[in-house]
């Protein structure tokens, strides 16, 4: 299946189904991270560290991993005091959000150990490069510095126009070329602010009993996301 096309910013993006209606979109900015999420099981490593900004999408890539794996996701920043058996329970594999946060290290490194006693596999994600993570643990620095590595980049063109798309249809919307081209010319380049962008233009699109428009996504973007033109 192809994304719509949208006037000037013509667009062909292989998609896979993610979790419930959401679909994930495959671009130049992440087809190298979704190439690594395919191959598993078949990884050499006993895991792998997804990097990049924020909105970039690395929640999304950790949801369609595990809608394949059926690996429990914990959240590094909530590790503190924690049983990493309950954390882990039947599962064999690991997701790992926000591993650049502070937490608790020792249960970290238990719950890695315990995922590759079990045989399974690791997705990590960080807005970092590893490398650039300072663990004062020293056999938990060393275990995920050897792990493979993979960034994201910032959403281009393409494919935030092709999200944009997707959001509106969500909302049965079918928006103008015009408008997406206007959008993405300005708003900020992540998933995340895709996806306020439209509930805030459905909203007032409703208030008003007309489809979003230039005009309208003018308004928003200034009242609500404080962007000047």
């Given at each position: 299946?192809?994304?719509?096309?949208?006037?000037?910013?013509?667009?062909?993006?292989?998609?896979?189904?993610?979790?419930?209606?959401?679909?994930?979109?495959?671009?130049?900015?992440?087809?190298d991270a979704v190439t690594w999420i395919d191959r598993w099981p078949d990884w050499q490593?006993?895991?792998?560290?997804?990097?990049?900004?924020?909105?970039?999408?690395?929640?999304?890539?950790?949801?369609?991993?595990?809608?394949?794996?059926?690996?429990?996701?914990?959240?590094?920043?909530?590790?503190?005091?924690?049983?990493?058996?309950?954390?882990?329970?039947?599962?064999?594999?690991?997701?790992?959000?926000?591993?650049?946060?502070?937490?608790?290290?020792?249960?970290?490194?238990?719950?890695?150990?315990?995922?590759?006693?079990?045989?399974?596999?690791?997705?990590?994600?960080?807005?970092?490069?590893?490398?650039?993570?300072?663990?004062?643990?020293?056999?938990?620095?060393?275990?995920?510095?050897?792990?493979?590595?993979?960034?994201?980049?910032?959403?281009?063109?393409?494919?935030?126009?092709?999200?944009?798309?997707?959001?509106?249809?969500?909302?049965?919307?079918?928006?103008?070329?015009?408008?997406?081209?206007?959008?993405?010319?300005?708003?900020?380049?992540?998933?995340?602010?895709?996806?306020?962008?439209?509930?805030?233009?459905?909203?007032?699109?409703?208030?008003?009993?007309?489809?979003?428009?230039?005009?309208?996504?003018?308004?928003?973007?200034?009242?609500?996301?404080?962007?000047?033109?």
């Open positions: 299946m192809t994304a719509r096309s949208s006037g000037q910013l013509a667009f062909s993006l292989a998609y896979r189904p993610a979790l419930g209606a959401d679909d994930f979109l495959v671009a130049p900015s992440n087809r490593a006993p895991g792998l560290v997804i990097h990049g900004p924020p909105g970039c999408g690395k929640s999304h890539l950790l949801a369609v991993w595990r809608a394949t794996s059926g690996a429990a996701l914990i959240d590094a920043a909530d590790l503190s005091g924690r049983d990493p058996a309950s954390l882990l329970g039947g599962a064999t594999d690991l997701a790992v959000e926000r591993l650049d946060a502070a937490c608790d290290e020792t249960v970290l490194f238990h719950l890695y150990n315990m995922v590759v006693e079990r045989g399974g596999r690791l997705l990590l994600a960080a807005r970092q490069a590893p490398a650039r993570l300072r663990f004062q643990l020293p056999d938990l620095a060393s275990r995920i510095g050897a792990l493979p590595t993979v960034s994201v980049s910032e959403p281009d063109d393409a494919l935030l126009a092709a999200v944009l798309v997707k959001l509106f249809a969500d909302q049965q919307i079918e928006p103008a070329p015009k408008l997406i081209d206007y959008l993405v010319a300005r708003m900020e380049r992540s998933f995340d602010a895709a996806r306020r962008l439209v509930l805030a233009l459905d909203r007032r699109a409703l208030e008003r009993r007309r489809p979003p428009s230039v005009r309208m996504a003018r308004e928003v973007l200034a009242l609500d996301f404080g962007y000047e033109e």
